[in-house]
């Protein structure tokens, strides 16, 4: 299966700055995932990275808020922009898994907002 | 109704016992089925994906029910690493460009 490394996996960061997790795949993949996970909850999809477009953000995300880069099909970035306490949360990145069953994750970020 | 509902947690069972997770899906154009485990402070992973003839993974055995619009795991002589959050996930409709819609998870606690 796809290895995706995350970083950083963890940080607390003052209310106001920005954030830029990052997530590197080992093999080409078209599109990645941007999810969050509130502490006790499923994922939500945050948007879907596609390499050479913008970004398709879900009800409730806008690119403002949270600035995604897909420079190629190994790699991306999400910002966490103007942070507030109610942005902490585990964000992971995901993209399928070669062979086409399921998808792989990254290793997650935990963000905490002071 | 939630596009992916699961039974509600914490599980808590002794270790050797069946268990079984049921999870029910609104969506009936849905084609893709699958459970991931995710321990604590860890990502999800794949656990298996669910195929219309049902599967089945050593003690693991994932079935379909399209009519009812259900998916099942089962857990066989469970082990005290089996302890973790199943997450049944489901691919939305086709105008959402077949998303993958996630259960909140339901909690397995294994006990000895």
């Known amino acids: 299966s796809a290895v995706i490394s995350q970083k950083p996996s963890r940080d607390i960061c003052q209310r106001g700055t920005s954030l830029t997790i990052q997530c590197q795949v080992d093999?080409?993949?078209?599109?990645m995932f941007w999810y969050r996970q509130q502490p006790g909850q499923s994922l939500t999809l945050i948007a879907t990275?596609?390499?050479?477009?913008?970004?398709?953000?879900e009800s409730g995300f806008v690119i403002d808020k949270f600035p995604i880069s897909r420079p190629n099909l190994t790699f991306s970035t999400l910002t966490v922009s103007n942070m507030s306490p109610e942005d902490s949360s585990i964000y992971l990145c995901s993209a399928p898994t070669p062979g086409g069953y399921g998808y792989t994750f990254g290793s997650g970020t935990r963000l905490t907002v002071v | 109704r939630k596009e992916v509902e699961q039974d509600p947690g914490p599980f808590n069972v002794p270790e050797g016992a069946t268990v079984a997770f049921n999870c029910t899906y609104s969506?009936?154009?849905?084609?893709?089925f699958f459970w991931y485990r995710q321990d604590c402070r860890k990502e999800p992973k794949l656990l298996m994906s669910?195929?219309?003839?049902?599967n089945e993974d050593g003690r693991f055995t994932a079935q379909l029910n399209r009519a009812s619009q259900y998916i099942s795991l089962l857990i066989r002589d469970s082990k005290l690493s089996d302890s973790a959050t199943y997450l049944c996930v489901v691919n939305g409709p086709p105008d959402s460009n077949y998303q993958l819609i996630w259960g909140a998870g339901t909690k397995l606690i294994i006990k000895p």
């Open positions: 093999s080409q993949v078209t599109m």
């Open positions: 969506n009936s154009a849905s084609q893709s």
């Open positions: 669910v195929y219309s003839s049902g």
């Open positions: 990275a596609n390499q050479g477009s913008e970004a398709t953000y």
